[in-house]
């Protein structure tokens, strides 16, 4: 199942932007959805997770300044990012298809296209 990931943008350094992960067609309850993201001549990283009942995990180089969440109602996630820096700038996906959080790439089949967020002065 692909995921539309939406709501990037460009940003100065230390403002914020905030993500959108949307399932058109299928539920998410049962499902934990995590936020993956890419730069330009690098591998693909994890970022954060969030369970089918809310957990949320992150990434050493983002906690403390972003947080998940999750509207089941709505098939929707949402990544909300503060206190961006540069090194934040990537193409940025959201990946589902687990019950548990995964922190690796290859156990995700199906990716969306991501969202582009550029952190720059």
């Known amino acids: 199942v692909q995921l539309q990931a939406s709501g990037g943008g460009s940003v100065q350094p230390g403002g914020s932007l905030s993500l959108s992960c949307t399932a058109p067609?299928?539920?998410?309850?049962?499902?934990?959805i995590s936020w993956f993201r890419q730069a330009p001549g690098k591998e693909r990283e994890w970022v954060s997770c969030?369970?089918?009942?809310?957990?949320?995990y992150f990434a050493d180089a983002v906690k403390g300044r972003f947080s998940m969440s999750r509207d089941n109602a709505k098939r929707t996630a949402y990544l909300q990012m503060s206190k961006l820096k540069p090194e934040d700038t990537a193409d940025y996906y959201c990946?589902?298809?687990?019950?548990?959080?995964?922190?690796?790439?290859?156990?995700?089949?199906?990716w969306g296209q991501g969202t582009l967020v550029t952190v720059s002065s």
């Open positions: 990946v589902t298809g687990t019950r548990r959080c995964s922190t690796s790439p290859s156990d995700f089949g199906s």
């Open positions: 067609r299928i539920t998410l309850d049962y499902y934990a």
């Open positions: 969030v369970t089918h009942d809310s957990n949320t």
